[in-house]
């Protein structure tokens, strides 16, 4: 009985931390399917700005979002240290492509901070809250909002 008491009171989870341009950012590990290394893509004509193409995934078609082309932070010229994040949000399979991936971090509710109220409701959308951990603050990424909407809505 003691044992429920003590995991009640704790709300720990995992969550994936990685650097786009240079920035920390993260996101629960549980949406985390494989991280594998940069892959060239197929691009799509036409497609939104921050999508590099999609990639052959075992059989499956996999989009591949810049994110640090859909956060504003400038497009990449990925390379092979860089990194593909195969998320799946959803129903949805998505490739995300960042600098690096830094650390597997265990992380307490408490330990995530609110974003200001100054900050605009663009900025809100795609980050949840800001953790503070190891000297670093470290953005926490809202998924569902970074994928692109056209394609939920393409089907």
């Known amino acids: 009985m003691q044992e429920a008491t ?18 920390d950012f993260c996101f629960d ?12 893509t197929t691009i799509l004509p036409h497609a939104q700005p921050y999508v590099k193409g ?6 499956s078609v996999v989009p591949v979002v810049d994110l640090s082309e859909r956060l504003g932070l400038g497009e990449t010229e990925p390379g092979p240290r860089h990194v593909i994040i195969i998320a799946v949000v959803g129903e949805q399979t998505v490739g995300l492509l ?3 991936v ?8 408490a330990d995530m901070q609110p974003i200001p109220e100054i900050v605009d409701e663009v900025v809100r959308a795609y980050i949840s809250g800001v ?5 670093r603050m470290i953005r926490k990424m809202n998924l569902s ?11």
Not at 102 to 109: A, E, M
């Open 6 to 23: 003590v995991s009640e009171k704790k709300h720990d989870h995992e969550v994936v931390a990685f650097k786009v341009s240079e920035q």
């Open 145 to 155: 909002r970074v994928l692109p909407s056209t394609v939920k809505s393409a089907a």
């Open 131 to 135: 953790l503070i951990a190891d000297g």
């Open 98 to 100: 960042a600098d690096v």
């Open 102 to 109: 830094s650390d597997i971090l265990t992380v307490d509710d």
């Open 54 to 59: 999609v990639i052959n995934l075992r059989g």
């Open 29 to 40: 590990l549980k949406s985390v399917r494989e991280i594998r290394g940069w892959t060239e």
